[in-house]
Nanobody
Framework: QVQLLESGGGSVQPGGSLRLSCAYS????????IGWFRQVPGKEREGVAA???????RHGDSIWGRFTLLKDTAMKILYLQMTNLKPEDTAMYYC????????????????????WGQGTQVTVSS
């Protein structure tokens, strides 16, 4: 199993920055794919950025060039550095992991992940 704990959410003005952290723990962590997803009430969960067990990373089209996924393997923390935030980035952000071997084409599909954190809220408004 994998345990996940998110932190770092908050309120920020458009154009601002935030860094989300996901502390992860469990067994056989070198085998996991791990990533960030977000969800707005009434909408489907969206893949933001994820990394497979080999370190291959994918970022979603809507955040391309603004968000960066970073993994500190020694500290067991997955970061999502978010810059140039927009009101449409407002959502609950979740960290998720899976032991399933994922290809890059499905790395951002939320239904491929079976371990989830509680989420951290990000609000972007003026």
């Amino acid at each position: 199993q994998v345990q996940l704990l998110e932190s770092g959410g908050g309120s920020v003005q458009p154009g601002g920055s935030l860094r989300l952290s996901c502390a992860y723990s469990g067994e056989n962590l070198r085998r996991v794919a791990i990533g960030w997803f977000r969800q707005v009430p009434g909408k489907e969960r969206e893949g933001v950025a994820a990394m497979d067990s080999d370190g291959v990373t994918r970022h979603g089209d809507s955040i391309w060039g603004r968000f960066t996924l970073l993994k500190d393997t020694a500290m067991k923390i997955l970061y999502l550095q978010m810059t140039n935030l927009k009101p449409e980035d407002t959502a609950m952000y979740y960290c998720a992991a899976t032991y399933t071997l994922l290809g890059s084409s499905v790395l951002l599909r939320s239904d491929m992940y079976n371990y989830w954190g509680q989420g951290t809220q990000v609000t972007v408004s003026s």
